[in-house]
């Protein structure tokens, strides 16, 4: 997922830059309690969203088949 999704190293970041990256979102919600963790989400911010589509083609690839 991770060559998907360029810049993005764990799965909490995978998350953030999809939902991020879905049009007509203008912020995410995320509780940290974890500084580590908080460092890690915050570096996301210097990775550009998704193309147009991209989070929705993501999205589309995770539904059960």
Do not use: F, W, Y
């Not at 997922?1 to 939902?19: D, E, F, S, Y």
């Not at 908080?38 to 996301?44: S, T």
Request: proline content about 9%; charged content about 20%.
């Amino acid at each position: 997922p991770g060559a998907r999704l360029p810049g993005t190293q764990t799965g909490a970041q995978r998350g953030l830059q999809v939902i991020r990256s879905v049009g007509g979102v203008a912020c995410a919600l995320v509780g940290m309690k974890n500084p580590t963790h908080v460092g890690e989400n915050l570096a996301l911010a210097r990775v550009p969203r998704l193309k147009p589509g991209g989070a929705e083609a993501v999205l589309k690839d995770c539904r059960p088949r």
